[in-house]
């Protein structure tokens, strides 16, 4: 816009100065010629004066619509470079917007697909501790309902240390409601018959309270003395004999006296399984 002002400038002077330069050749030539001019002649300069003026204004109307023109061009051109830039800078942060939106998105994403994948891992290992308790459990009552058995390697030993040891009569007694007891007490029974023991089973006592495991019982002086307690009298030999069998058989088995029980007697009691 400054060069288009400088230019109209520039230009406006030459107008001013060729307009002068008539006015002085009039003068002069008015001065060189003394005789008067016509009314005719000097309306006729004045319309030339006049035009000349119109057509010098017309001429700089022309140049500043021109200037006006090309500096509302130039701010057309500006503003649009400006626009396209402006517009450039808009698309550029839209696509980083996007971009921050579709990282956050996935963020989120992946952070609840941890959370979900914790859960999930931490019910899989909750159910799989209840599953291994369960089954555990399951072992556990299955061992404590599965009948109890001589193996034969225990058998064997159990029958070689009562056969060696001094043996003697012996009554097994197990209770009734118990088959479980009372397919152990055969088992036992065929043992110690076959270790060369007169042994014989009662199998229609009714105990109480309910014997529980293994029990020998033997016989004790004292009269005062309770059903069940410790024994903590002398025991037979056939007492021991037994107790050392069964240890190395790992048979558990705990003594007890019993003061019914005939002098010289042994009882072998199957309770309930522990």
């Known amino acids: 816009m400054a060069a288009f002002l400088l230019i109209l400038i520039a230009m406006l002077p030459a107008g001013g100065l060729e307009k002068t330069g008539e006015t002085s050749t009039i003068i002069m030539a008015t001065m060189q010629t003394p005789e008067p001019e016509s009314p005719e002649l000097t309306s006729v300069r004045r319309k030339v004066s006049d035009l000349e003026n119109k057509v010098w204004w017309a001429k700089s109307i022309v140049i500043l619509v021109l200037v006006l023109a090309g500096a509302i061009g130039v701010g057309i051109a500006v503003v649009t470079l400006r626009s396209d830039w402006m517009n450039d800078d808009l698309r550029s942060a839209e696509k980083e917007l996007t971009a921050l939106e579709i990282a956050k998105v996935k963020a989120d994403s992946q952070a609840q697909l941890k959370i979900e994948t914790d859960k999930v891992r931490i019910e899989l290992a909750t159910q799989q501790a209840r599953a291994a308790q369960a089954e555990k459990d399951l072992l ?65 006592v009714i105990m109480a309270p309910v014997p529980v495991g293994l029990k020998l019982w033997v016989h004790a002086e004292r009269q005062d003395t309770r059903e069940g307690e410790q024994m903590t009298a002398e025991a037979p030999q056939r007492a021991i004999s037994i107790l050392n069998a069964f240890k190395d ?13 005939p002098k010289e007697g042994l009882v072998l009691i199957v309770g309930f399984k522990l």
């Not at 390697?153 to 479980?180: F, H, M, N, V």
């Not at 043992?191 to 089973?201: D, H, I, P, Q």
């Not at 058989?249 to 029980?261: G, M, R, Y």
């Open 140 to 204: 556990e009552l299955q061992e404590r309902i599965k009948g109890r058995h001589l193996p034969a390697e225990g058998k064997a030993r159990l029958i070689s240390r009562l056969t060696g040891d001094p043996k003697g009569e012996l009554e097994i007694r197990c209770p009734i409601g118990s088959p479980e007891a009372r397919e152990f007490a055969l088992e036992l029974l065929q043992v110690f018959k076959t270790s060369g023991w007169n042994a014989t089973l009662n199998d229609r």
């Open 249 to 261: 058989s790992h048979l558990s088995i705990e003594t007890q006296f019993n003061p019914d029980v």
